[in-house]
Structure formats: C-alpha cells, structure tokens
C-alpha cells in the first residue's frame, strides 16, 4: 500500500462490511495536515473491540474481518506525527443511531508519507462494488472541494437505476476527474 | 545449519523467539503491507521496521526469522508479542545491503 488511495480503500470496506447503508468518506487538507475520515450507520463496534483495534494480533487472530487495517492506518499516521481515533456505537446498545467514526491525521509534508494516489478510481470501485450503499465522498482541498452524493445521483436517476452499470460509473469518473482539474 | 551459518558472519544477536535450523529465501524491505505479500513461508526477512505489526507479518507470513538492520532493536512489549507468537527476531549492526551480501556468499 504505497498510496493513501489504497488506505482509504481499505477502510472503507470495513464500513462496507459492516452492513452501512450510508457511508461518508471525507478528505481534507488544511496547511501541512491531511484528515481523513469515514463514518459509517454500520453495526458499530463494542467498546472492547473499538479499544483493541490498533492491536494487530487482536485484530488479524480474532477478528479476521477487520485485518491489519487499522494497524497500518495508525503506523502511516504516526509515522508522520498523526493520531488516528474510533468512535463506535454497536447496534445492540444503540439500536436507532449506530455506526463507527474513523478519524486520521498525517502531516502530509512530512518526508515519510506517501502519495495520494488515484482517488477517483477508488472511489469508483467503492461504488462499482456496493452500489447500494449511498456513499458521500467529500475532498477539501485549499483551493475548492470536490464532491459527490450517490443519494443526490439515485434522486435524479430514480432507484430502479443501478449506479453500477457502466454508463453511470464512466459518467462518475470523468465528473470526479473534471471536478479535480477544474481546481488544480 | 544455514541459519548458524549466517549467524556467525553477521554476529546475529538472538532478541526473540527461537534460533530456526533452517530458512528457505530471504526478502528484505520495510514496507509491510508489500512484505506481507512478498515474506514466504520459512523466509528471513529483513527490515528497519519494529513496531508490533512487524510481529504480526512475520506471523501471518510464518516467516523463519525477523533480521532487523543497523542495530535497531525492539521494545520489551514488542519482543514478548514475538515470544508469544513464536516468532524469531535478531538484531544485527549490518545494513540491509551488508546482510543481504553477507547471506549470499554464505549460500555461494
């Protein structure tokens, strides 16, 4: 994983795993930092969990699901001088409101963090994947942000209409592509 | 045999786990999430890396042995994750490049 693409990649598909049905990738780069963060309605996680999350032989022996995920996040987090935090509220103690926060921070400048890489396409293949799922996909950059609601894109399509096929994923790609150019 | 071989030209200090008797390949590179992929069953790896999820590649991979390069060491919690795990760890002043050249003429 020599690009932040892949991480985020990674991440979410723990959200994807956990059966959200909204999930909200966000970007943002102020001065030297970089916060990335993903907020999921899944089925969250108890606090036993949520505390040994950062322990890679918890996560890889017990938990297979979650994988060294989170381990490597933190390890490019602090690395560059980042903190990575969890938040989780599990459906069985908060039936109405659940869900996991995972919020990270690097210092992009610093000489160890790696390249962004191709967001765009990673978020095309969140969707390409779980066209279900209404991912919102946020990057706030100095210069303007560039975003995408896939509610917003199902309101205009009607829901009988499957993000996942072709036309609409070409589509998402270039208006993600356009939207990054047109702030360069 | 190969092991002890390497051992006496590098001066491998033992940190954790048990001196393996044997190792099948050798890769070396601190990116984890690539030598996650790249570490074979049996392999010595070597690395600058050594935090705790060094342990946790080296286990997934059942690496024969962790090398790590330039003196680096490990933290007491760390090296008992290795001991718990079984994993062996040495430490070694070499660079990654000495290792590497070191470990080939023993083979040669």
């Known amino acids: ?184 | 045999m190969k092991t002890e071989l390497v051992m006496n030209k590098l001066s491998l200090k033992l940190l954790a786990g048990e001196v393996p008797e044997d190792f099948e390949g050798v890769y070396a590179g601190d990116f984890l999430s690539r030598a996650m992929s790249r570490v074979s069953e049996g392999d010595l790896w070597i690395t600058i890396m050594n935090n705790i999820n060094v342990i946790a590649v080296a286990s997934l991979a059942d690496a024969a042995a962790v090398i790590l390069a330039e003196g680096v060491t490990m933290d007491k919690a760390t090296l008992d994750a290795a001991d718990a795990k079984g994993v062996t760890v040495f430490t070694c002043d070499s660079t990654v490049y000495e290792i590497c050249r070191d470990i080939a003429s023993v083979l040669s």
């Open chain 1, 1 to 184: 994983m020599n690009e932040f693409s892949l991480y985020v990649l990674d991440i979410t598909m723990n959200s994807v795993r956990a059966g959200a049905t909204e999930i909200e990738v966000k970007l943002e780069e102020k001065d030297d930092m970089l916060y990335f963060s993903v907020t999921d309605n899944g089925c969250g996680m108890k606090a036993e969990q949520v505390k040994n999350l950062k322990d890679p032989f918890f996560t890889t022996r017990k938990t297979r699901a979650v994988g060294l995920g989170i381990p490597f996040l933190t390890m490019l987090s602090e690395q560059t001088g980042g903190t990575v935090e969890i938040t989780s509220r599990h459906e069985e103690e908060y039936p109405e409101e659940h869900g996991t926060v995972i919020s990270a921070s690097f210092n992009k400048e610093h000489i160890d963090f790696i390249p962004l890489g191709d967001m765009t396409g990673t978020v095309v293949t969140l969707i390409q994947g779980s066209p279900e799922i209404d991912f919102t996909y946020k990057h706030i950059m100095s210069k303007g942000t560039v975003s995408l609601s896939c509610r917003e894109l199902k309101d205009m399509l009607g829901d009988e209409v499957s993000l996942a096929s072709f036309e609409i994923l070409e589509w998402i790609k270039e208006y993600l592509e356009e939207s990054y150019e047109s702030i360069k």
